[in-house]
């Protein structure tokens, strides 16, 4: 047999990531161990909490919490632009449609432009509705 190779820090840390994950997933899966997940980490992090190892946004002072918020937004604003390329990407992958079906209708994948027409119309049907009350 020949002898295994040594696994770098590298690969053993990549290693225990995707069990890690694959863990969760199955936790996940069955809603009685996912509930019980979360009750522990609700425990934990009240621990935590109470410990003083996080510090809520009360207790920072108002140049902190404008400096964690920034940090928040820019995370918030990276992940929306990685949601939405993962919709236009997955738009790509489904299956074309049964003929039997019939067509599937138009998905509009800019979500942002798609609530911008709905409130501008939302707004457009309020006026007509104000302007006929008023005559």
Known sequence: MAPREKM???ER???NRIAERLRYQR????PDKYARQKVKEREKNEKKKNKGSIETVKQMTPRVQRKARKIWRE?????????ALQDISNAFV???CSDKEGP??????NRR???AQQ???GKARNLKIKNKRKK
């Open 94 to 96: 489904t299956p074309p």
């Open 119 to 121: 409130k501008s119309t």
């Open 13 to 15: 840390l990549e290693k």
């Open 104 to 109: 599937l209708p138009p998905q509009n994948i």
């Open 75 to 83: 995370e918030a604003k990276i992940r929306r632009r990685r949601l």
């Open 8 to 10: 770098t820090r590298e």
């Open 27 to 30: 936790i996940k899966n069955d």
């Open 113 to 115: 432009t798609q609530a």
